[in-house]
């Protein structure tokens, strides 16, 4: 796919959410690299990530020293990602996640083959990959096979729940398994009692988000599917869809967790799981990792395994984040020798002590930690969860912040107001079915 292309799909992002251009006011801004990739006299390697999950400063200055490069680090951007790739200076390595973006980056174009690279490395073997990775394959028809276009720094099985058990013991409420699912009707009820609205400030009973990825979960666990066949299309109006959407409007509705239409002031789980307001958050083992941050947290989280909707026990991975090189990133060599740095030396091992997800490399699993009793409960349920992992595979047509983007413009009303699940519906396979159908056109 041509880096025009690349653009217009990614465009449907904005224009899904505002109805603008995606690069209006910034593409001139982003100038070409005319300097060879050099800086005094060292190979600068541009990276696109996010906040510090590659090291702080320190940590990054540490690998200039180790791997004798500049390192250049920009704040991950799809906006300006797409700007750099149209004027033809793309960052040498970008963040991704697997799960969702290795078959649109494969199909159109703009990753870079890896097998060869990997096949020479004395780091990322190819025996030590955990099978996540394959999610990361992609041979233009089916995810997990083919070519490999990037790997993940760590994961989760993203629908696994972290609890409070203080918020629980003040409820009455029975704490959920270390090794059965709960249903999502139990969830619902848990989630419930749980749930606090008074002059104080709120408390959670649960955190559940109402996006893509987790009702591609829900109806995988009844046995259906979101995605058609061959990807060009979603069916939301399938029994399964419209079971997935019923409950969670119900659970929006009633203000038992964070939605869309009433979102969590504080943006995202931690702060407010922390604060002792959120007694339920379906975030992966790598929450744990924040956990260990606050020692209050420590005492009082515990972890069980996914919920499930249906009869089929799905325990997913979403994301798989990670890293890809663009194909037209000009310092390849000295880019992968980043890659492996960060992905199988001295960074990749402290993220895995840290307890911050999962290594992408067997070779590092044993070091988890467990040494607090909750480290050691929550590596105890992880590893009985395991044998339930699964990937629901992605289509090639569009990127997830697009169809999340048509999710989050229609789902507002139907939470506030008397939309009926079926008109939902049709307007999540009428929005999305204009996504997929228009990414298809530019993929050939």
């Not at 307001?277 to 947290?297: E, I, L, N, Q």
Request: aromatic content about 10%; hydrophobic content about 40%.
């Amino acid at each position: 796919m041509t880096r025009r292309g690349f653009l217009t799909t990614s465009a449907g992002v904005a224009a899904a959410a505002t109805g603008g251009g995606l690069l209006s006011g910034c593409a001139g801004s982003v100038s070409s690299d005319t300097s060879g990739g050099k800086s005094g006299g060292k190979t600068t390697v541009t990276i696109m990530s996010n906040g510090t999950e590659l090291g702080d400063p320190a940590a990054i200055k540490a690998a200039e020293k180790a791997l004798g490069l500049k390192l250049t680090m920009l704040k991950y951007d799809l906006t300006r990602l797409t700007a750099m790739l149209t004027a033809g200076s793309p960052p040498d390595i970008v963040r991704g996640q697997g799960a969702v973006d290795a078959p649109y980056l494969a199909a159109h174009g703009v990753a870079q083959e890896l097998d060869d690279y990997f096949a020479k490395s004395s780091i990322l073997k190819v025996g030590d990959l955990d099978p996540v990775n394959d999610v990361w394959r992609y041979d233009g028809t089916t995810q997990g096979k083919g070519p490999r276009y990037g790997m993940a720094k760590d994961y989760s099985q993203d629908n696994m729940v972290w609890y409070n058990t203080e918020l629980f013991d003040k409820a009455g409420v029975d704490y959920p398994s270390d090794t059965e699912p709960m249903t999502y009707d139990e969830v619902f009820e848990k989630g419930k009692a749980l749930t606090q609205t008074g002059k104080k400030a709120k408390v959670y009973g649960l955190s559940f988000a109402g996006n893509t990825a987790n009702f591609l979960t829900m109806i995988a666990s009844q046995g259906g599917q979101l995605f058609t066949d061959d990807f060009s299309a979603v069916d939301f109006s399938s029994p399964e869809g419209i079971k997935a959407l019923t409950w969670y409007l119900k659970l929006a509705k009633a203000g038992i967790s964070p939605s869309i239409a009433n979102p969590d002031p504080n943006g995202w789980d931690w702060p407010t799981f922390q604060a002792d307001r959120m007694a339920m958050a379906t975030d992966g083992y790598w929450f744990g990792g924040m956990v260990a941050t606050d020692k209050k947290s420590a005492r009082t989280a515990r972890f069980a395994p996914a919920p499930q909707f249906g009869s089929t026990r799905v325990s997913s991975c979403s994301t798989a984040t990670g890293y890809w090189m663009p194909k037209a990133g000009k310092n390849k060599d000295a880019a992968w020798a980043a890659y492996e740095y960060f992905l199988g030396g001295a960074p990749a091992k402290e993220r895995a002590k840290s307890g911050g997800g999962l290594p992408a490399l067997k070779s590092l699993r044993p070091l988890l930690p467990q040494t607090e009793a909750y480290q050691k409960e929550a590596y105890a349920v992880q590893e009985k969860e395991m044998p339930h992992f699964s990937v629901i595979s992605f289509t090639p047509y569009a990127r997830l912040d697009a169809l999340d983007a048509v999710v989050n413009q229609v789902m507002p009303a139907a939470i506030k107001g008397d939309v009926t699940v079926g008109k939902l519906a049709d307007q999540l396979n009428s929005g999305i079915n204009k996504q997929l159908a228009n990414g298809k056109k530019l993929v050939k």
